[in-house]
């Protein structure tokens, strides 16, 4: 298929997703960009050579946009010559054919490779299925050599211990450290109206349950959103807990049976946690105990099946009424009239049941007399269905055979009917007494442990909230008194995290104290019934006042008082929180109103301050005006009708200073008093009448917030002004650049500004007052607001407090710096193409050179910038093509992902390299050689290290660079070898922590007063070693010449 040799696919699945990998071009000049290309084109290059297609496609495109990026900005526009002749129209059209080439020969890959993965795909799920149904028979034959042996197992699939009792299920609700499923097969409708009111509750209605029925039938009859539980839970929870009405233990009534052995036998392919369970006493016995857990406690119940066994022989004979008998006890007739009426009773017949309403649910809230006899001949009353009937005379009934009989009526009595029975509770333990059930339901105060717990619960979330409110207050305190802008910031976040805290505590009490409403409304209702209970006032049962009933009733009365100390507790702090709150808001309404005021007084002040200071510095202008009227001034021009004198330096009427700024000379310190003939001045000639604006801004006020204190030279910091610590680092470098503070201090500076700028002369004049300020020794830190609005009125990114790159800040600012003391005035000629192949090279870069000088001459130029030479010879004519391009910051790239010199990147930039070149003398596209080398070095050098190539993976290089402190000698890497300057002293390090998302900005510099390192944090300034100098955060590096002894002797 031709692919052989080709490097497997591993960037991408698609054209388009390979598209994406091509990254927006970041902002930057042209130069930069031209130099950008030629890497990208050059590294695309030797991965196509590599037959990496997807890389080269990659880099291919990606040179095909930064050519097109190029091409829209202003500068190609008018240097397109210039340009064209970097980058090559012909060689853009060549990597737009191999790009095109390169995407046909992806698209073919890249469906072959999904066809490929597709049928892998295919013989790979062939496969798991075939292993999936050999593991299923064999855990089939497994689980049936496992049932063959198992011996304990009842019929119905359920053990003698397969039931969960209502307390167990309580404490798996509140644990939740286990997982369970509760299937409700009462009927459909009793289901809607009355339910557990936990989650993962499904019903699974009892007439759906017919023997025979399997899982899988059970899962399609159910309705949505039961049938989604049972099919996607049934197997993942570590309990299945089958709830009817009243089922207590076997054996099960056939619906439980038919589901439990629907899960056991007939759901093979799914492998259960555990068996299933029912619950003790069913939903009747669920409701009574836990009625908060339900949705409706009061729901009836329907009547119990009876059990299909043959009734024993009745007795023709009438039983006492046990509602009149229990209620209350006769006192005995005399013993021997009772011996002479007693009858005999044959003791093995068992009483007739003569009416069907006489057992109903209200004989289960009856005590069982401690009597073993009731007297017969007690007076019944009018209308009472129980009568005796044994020739008038005394009935017995053993207290052990009454027992017998309630507890079968237990098992066969219908729900009692809450219109019959008026303020009594349904009961739905029938096996346990009246007295025996309180007793029991007190013991265990589930509700009130739960009512417990939320009141502590409360009154905890109350004390958090009001911590969370004294940490709030306390940050507010911090905030206020916090000086730099970061710490602000910093503290306001943590302010309004506090605040979403307290919201959040504000709405969980809120919640809570809802829940505890309501409970403890059924709470009270419980032991009203408990109380009338203990009393006798309730009908149907009578509790004698034992000793274990007043233990009841104390232990009630402590429990009562200890929730009424924690409800106080807890009111008592809402109160305190609400006050709290009150109080804070009232002092930030406070505190806002007085910062408004405060902010208008200061714009007010500040208004009226820069009037009297425009005032006074207009005032002192035209005093020097008048001054210096007739005392040979710079600007003159001829007066009305006055001959015409001679013109002055060479025709023009123009006179220009002589105090421009001399760099052979800044290493002299002593300064040599220039003698000469005295000026002759013209009478008829008369000062020009300039604009005076340049003077009021230079004359003009600034308030750098300054923090007073003797610090010495150069080492006052710079107030961090909202994420303005990339400026604050570069600033803090220049300022260590001893020649160029050196031009600002001492005043030089005036005398070069460009009137023609179209900065106007406000950067250089902020940057003088800057350096003036840092340098005076007075301030321990100061805030560069008018250089920072001045910048910001130039490039936006700078107005804002958003994080900026250092190195482009760098860049800008030498730029304005040169546009507002260029001494080269007036419209810029187009570079002329250079064509040096037929003459020496140092002959070409004096041509180049003084080209330049024309155009741009200023202490930017003479301090910043450098030469390169570029030579590119043809491997076929081995013809030589000569450029040169003047830089003022080397971008170094890092060769690797690891530990590297200084060295090793300077040679990384300067090896030879191979390209597709279009030779001058073949005219023809040929394989070319390419060299690049410094042909003259400034005397300040500024190294970049591009820790930000936007390559494809568009991350920060955290690479740790060893860079010499002293002798850089870049001897080997000029071509012209009598460069003044080869060796290079480092004096300062712009530092970069953090990711391209955002980040830190410090600077190491080195004094040039007493030679040590400080390190500039902001505002902070500390000494630091020179071991610390060096680090992975190292971002741009500023050398000087080691040969340029500059001195700035104004300030000492």
């Given at each position: ?503 959040r505590l504000k709405a969980k009490s809120t919640d809570m104290e809802e829940r505890y409403t309501k ?195 150069a080492r006052t910091g710079l107030k961090n002004l909202g994420n303005t610590c990339y400026m604050n ?196 596209l040929r394989s070319c050689v390419r060299k690049l080398d410094i042909w003259k070095l400034p005397p ?113």
């Open positions: 298929m031709g692919d052989v040799g080709l490097q497997k696919l591993y960037m991408a699945k698609s054209i388009s997703e390979l598209n994406s990998q091509v990254k927006d071009i970041p902002k930057a000049s042209p130069r930069l960009l031209v130099n950008t290309a030629q890497r990208v084109l050059k590294e695309a290059q030797i991965v196509d050579g590599r037959r990496d297609e997807e890389k080269a496609y990659v880099f291919y495109m990606r040179y095909f946009s930064i050519v097109m990026t190029i091409q829209k900005q202003d500068e190609y526009k008018k240097n397109k010559k210039f340009y064209d002749g970097l980058l090559d129209p012909k060689m853009t059209a060549k990597v737009i054919g191999r790009a095109e080439e390169l995407q046909q020969s992806l698209d073919r890959r890249y469906e072959f490779k999904m066809s490929a993965k597709k049928n892998d795909k295919l013989i790979e799920e062939k496969r798991t299925a075939e292993k999936l149904e050999k593991e299923r028979e064999r855990a089939m034959k497994a689980k049936q050599a496992a049932e063959a042996t198992k011996t304990t197992v009842a019929t119905n699939g359920v053990t003698e211990e397969g039931c969960i009792t209502c307390q167990k299920l309580y404490s798996l609700s509140k644990e939740k450290c286990s997982s369970y499923m509760i299937l409700d097969i009462r009927p459909q409708n009793h289901f809607l109206e009355s339910q557990i009111k936990f989650s993962n509750v499904i019903s699974i209605p009892e007439e759906l349950l017919k023997p025979g029925l399997t899982a899988a039938r059970i899962g399609s009859e159910l309705e949505e959103p039961s049938r989604t539980l049972w099919v996607t839970l049934r197997d993942k929870v570590d309990y299945l807990i089958i709830c009817d009405w009243f089922t207590e233990k076997p054996p099960l009534p056939q619906p439980l049976t038919v589901l439990i052995d629907a899960i056991v036998k007939w759901d093979p392919n799914k492998h259960y946690k555990s068996k299933p369970l029912f619950l003790k006493g069913g939903y009747d016995l669920w409701r009574f105990m836990y009625p908060m857990n339900t949705t409706n406690p009061r729901a009836d119940h329907p009547t119990r099946k009876q059990e299909s066994k043959s009734e024993p022989a009745l007795l023709d004979i009438e039983y006492p009424d046990l509602d009149s008998g229990f209620i209350s006890t006769p006192s005995p007739t005399d013993v021997r009239t009772m011996s002479s009426a007693l009858p005999s009773v044959n003791r093995n017949l068992k009483p007739a049941i003569a009416n069907k309403d006489l057992l109903d649910g209200r004989n289960n809230n009856m005590n069982i007399i401690e009597n073993s006899q009731v007297n017969n001949n007690l007076a019944v009353k009018e209308g009472s269905p129980v009568r005796a009937s044994v020739g008038s005379k005394v009935n017995t009934w053993d207290t052990k055979d009454s027992n017998k009989a309630l507890d079968l009526q237990n098992t066969r009595q219908s729900s009692l009917s809450l219109e019959k029975i008026e303020n009594v509770p349904s009961v739905p333990s029938r096996s346990l007494k009246p007295k025996d059930l309180l007793e029991s339901l007190v013991a265990k105060k589930v509700e009130m442990e739960e009512e417990q717990e939320l009141l502590e619960e409360s009154v905890k979330v109350e004390e958090d909230t009001m911590s969370k409110i004294k940490e709030m207050e306390e940050t507010a305190v911090k905030r206020e008194a916090a000086r730099d802008e970061q710490s602000r910031a910093q503290l306001q976040k943590t302010e309004d995290r506090l605040q979403e805290e307290i919201q409970i403890h409304k059924q709470n009270e209702e419980l032991w009203k019934m408990v109380k009338l209970a203990l009393s006798g006032n309730l009908s149907n049962v009578n509790l004698e006042p034992t000793a274990t009933v007043n233990n009841i009733e104390l232990k009630q009365q402590q429990d009562q008082e200890q929730l009424r100390a924690q409800e106080d507790k807890r009111r008592a702090l809402q109160e305190q929180v609400e006050r709290m709150r009150k109080e804070r808001k009232e002092k930030e309404r406070k505190l806002k109103e007085q910062a408004e005021k405060e902010k208008k007084a200061q714009e007010q002040a500040e208004a009226e301050r820069r009037q009297a200071e425009e005032r006074k510095a207009k005032l002192e202008a035209e005093q020097r005006s008048q001054r210096n009227k007739g005392a040979g001034e710079t600007y003159t021009t001829k007066l009305r009708d006055s001959p015409r004198s001679s013109p002055v330096r060479g025709g023009s009427n123009l006179k220009r200073s002589h105090s421009a700024f001399n760099l052979s000379q800044l290493g002299d310190d002593d300064k040599e008093s220039s003698g000469g003939s005295v000026t002759n001045f013209d009478r008829s000639l008369k000062p020009l009448n300039v604009s005076q604006r340049r003077n009021v801004n230079a004359a003009r006020q600034r308030n750098f917030e300054p923090k007073y204190g003797n610090v010495g030279h680092s570069i600033i803090q470098c220049l300022n260590n650049s001893t020649p160029l503070v050196k031009y600002f201090v001492e005043g030089i500076y005036s005398e070069d500004i460009n009137s023609n700028s179209k900065y106007q002369g406000d950067v250089c004049e902020e940057m003088g007052a800057v350096f003036r300020a840092l340098w005076c020794g007075q301030y321990r830190s100061i805030a560069m607001w008018d250089l920072k609005n001045t910048v910001g009125r130039f490039h936006k990114p700078f107005q804002g407090y958003d994080q900026q790159d250092s190195h482009e800040f760098l860049i800008k600012l030498m730029d304005w710096l040169h546009e507002d003391l260029n001494k080269v005035t007036g419209k810029k000629l187009p570079m002329k193409e250079q064509d040096y192949d037929d003459i020496p090279d140092y002959v070409a870069a004096e041509k180049m050179q003084e080209e330049l000088r024309r155009r741009d001459d200023s202490i930017v130029c003479s301090l910043f910038h450098g030469l390169h030479r570029s030579v590119i010879e043809c491997d076929t004519c081995s013809h030589r093509s000569l450029t040169f391009e003047p830089f003022s910051i080397i971008s170094l790239s890092f060769p690797s992902s690891g530990r590297c010199t200084l060295r090793e990147l300077l040679q990384h930039y300067y090896k030879e390299s191979r390209i597709e070149y279009k030779c001058s003398k073949c005219k023809r300040v050098l500024i190294l970049h290290l591009n820790r930000f190539e936007h390559d494809v993976l568009m991350k920060k290089k955290q690479n740790f660079v060893d860079f010499p402190l002293e002798n850089l000698d870049l001897g080997k890497h000029t071509a012209m070898k009598n460069n003044r300057y080869t060796n290079f002293d480092l004096y300062g390090v712009s530092n970069h922590y953090g990711t391209m998302d955002g980040g830190h900005y410090t600077a190491f510099c080195k004094s040039s007063v007493n030679k040590l390192w400080y390190k500039f944090d902001d505002h902070e300034v500390y000494e630091l070693s020179r071991e610390n100098v060096r680090s992975s955060a190292a971002y741009l590096l500023f050398y000087e010449a080691s040969n340029m002894n500059i001195k700035v002797n104004n300030l000492f």
